[in-house]
């Protein structure tokens, strides 16, 4: 018998060697209800079972019976992992106009600069450029 496979006794006498899995198992929000359904209907000592041939720890089914009674069906589906976004997508385009708009403040005044230069650069040359008034 190997020592990494699960021993699950059947109706005979033989024992059934189940291998473990080898990733982490998701369940669907119809799997965690029918689970969740089938647990509400076991009689005394069936539960057990149950969660052996499901192959869950009882925590998982409390949870679920929790988010079952607290969001209704809506909340059996599956959360993201770890923290919230701290922005969403609004944040992320807002930040991302903030950036251009600073990026073309610094041109302009670049821009506004050279200008300055040209006029001084002019005055000392003596050269005399037409100004156009607007009207």
Same mark, same amino acid.
């Given at each position: 018998m190997p020592?990494?496979?699960r021993v699950e006794q059947g109706s005979g006498s033989a024992a059934e060697v189940k291998a473990p899995p080898k990733t982490r198992r998701v369940f669907s929000p119809a799997e965690k209800l029918r689970i969740v359904r @089938?647990? #509400?209907?076991c009689g005394r000592g069936e539960l057990q079972e149950l969660l052996? *041939?499901? $192959? /869950?720890y009882s925590s998982h089914l409390a949870a679920w019976r929790r988010s079952l009674e #607290?969001?209704?069906?809506? $909340?059996m589906t599956a959360r993201r992992r770890g923290r919230k976004a701290k922005y969403d997508a609004k944040d992320? *385009? /807002?930040?991302e106009l903030e950036k251009q708009l600073r990026t073309a403040r %610094? @041109?302009? @005044?670049v821009q506004q600069a050279m200008l300055e230069l040209q006029k001084k650069v002019s005055?000392?040359?003596? /050269?005399e450029f037409p100004t156009? @008034? %607007?009207q």
């Open positions: 020592k990494s496979g @089938e647990a #509400a209907a052996r *041939r499901e $192959g /869950i #607290a969001h209704g069906v809506e $909340g992320h *385009r /807002i930040q %610094k @041109e302009l @005044e005055r000392l040359l003596g /050269i156009s @008034e %607007k």
